[in-house]
């Protein structure tokens, strides 16, 4: 089961030579971050553990390495959803049908008698946990300190590659959700080399939202990853045609990208590339590729 030491290929983009961390070819049960972020639960060992607890969207990356956790480790995996779309009950695909094929127990919240109007977080930690020590509980997406530990590991990776390469310096770009990776991959590069500096772009929300994220993990607004602009706003998990169009153009470059972060990185990484052009750049390819097996259909059908 490989977990890390994934290579680094070089692409044409534009003009500019981009180098691309290949961590989407790591095992795909836990490819990409999700490797990194889970790195910790899978190496340690929880006596009296029975179920996993987790929440997010019924097609979440997360929910289908935690299944594949949870199966690993001999657990059930409890995963909580504020709701499961008609269509996808019916139509099991991507993250929800992988997760389902692994005994994941997805509980839709919409459908709780006893919900009384909280969001999921809330419902989990009053309606579930109390009294439960034979519980593991994982915030969203794998956003804890936990993660530090994997995300560390990344770091030593990028660093040792970068000193094979003879680079001076090093520009890091990956797109954020919680913003978890991007912020413990720039603080073990303040600390173990500082030449390399974290570039990301909120995707899940706005920039506000992304720094508090950070915030909640890390005081120290010093160690904090660069924020870089869109080029307006974009909501998550909508098609765009420019999306649709700047995939197929990584498409070509013998990689696939997935269809709901990776986006809306490279429109952003773009405009920022002319003006580093002559530093080294690194894009962090951070897997989920099975979400293509749902978002890539609703494009066709959208654009053709």
């Not at 919900?115 to 794998?142: H, K």
């Not at 995707?203 to 010093?222: I, K, M, P, T, W």
């Amino acid at each position: 089961m490989k977990l890390s030491h994934t290579p680094v290929d070089q692409i044409g983009f534009d003009q500019y030579g981009v180098f691309v961390k290949r961590d989407d070819l790591l095992h795909p049960e836990f490819s990409g971050n999700k490797a990194r972020k889970f790195a910790y639960f899978l190496d340690q060992t929880f006596p009296g553990i029975t179920h996993l607890v987790g929440y997010g969207s019924p097609q979440a990356n997360s929910l289908y390495s935690m299944s594949a956790l949870a199966k690993l480790k001999g657990w059930q995996l409890c995963f909580y959803v504020d709701h499961i779309a008609s269509h996808l009950r019916d139509n099991p695909i991507g993250n929800y049908r992988a997760a389902l094929e692994n005994g994941a127990e997805i509980i839709d919240l919409s459908q709780a008698e006893d919900r009384q109007g909280r969001d999921t977080l809330t419902y989990i930690q009053e309606q579930v946990l109390p009294g439960r020590e034979d519980m593991l509980f994982v915030p969203e997406g794998g956003r804890c300190q936990y993660a530090e530990v994997g995300v560390t590991q990344l770091a030593r990776e990028i660093i040792a590659w970068k000193q094979q390469q003879a680079l001076k310096s090093l520009m890091v770009f990956l797109p954020s959700g919680t913003g978890t990776t991007a912020l413990f991959l720039n603080k073990a590069f303040c600390q173990l080399d500082p030449s390399i500096q974290v570039y990301t772009c909120a995707v899940v929300g706005s920039e506000h939202y992304l720094r508090l994220q950070f915030s909640q993990l890390e005081n120290d607004s010093a160690s904090h990853p660069v924020i870089l602009p869109k080029a307006k706003p974009y909501h998550f998990g909508k098609l765009y045609p420019e999306f649709y169009q700047i995939w197929r153009k990584l498409s070509c470059s013998g990689i696939e990208f997935e269809l709901l972060y990776d986006p809306l990185g490279w429109l952003v990484l773009a405009k920022q590339l002319p003006k580093v052009s002559e530093e080294a750049v690194l894009y962090v390819h951070q897997g989920g590729l099975l979400g293509n097996e749902s978002m890539l259909p609703r494009y066709l059908r959208k654009y053709g």
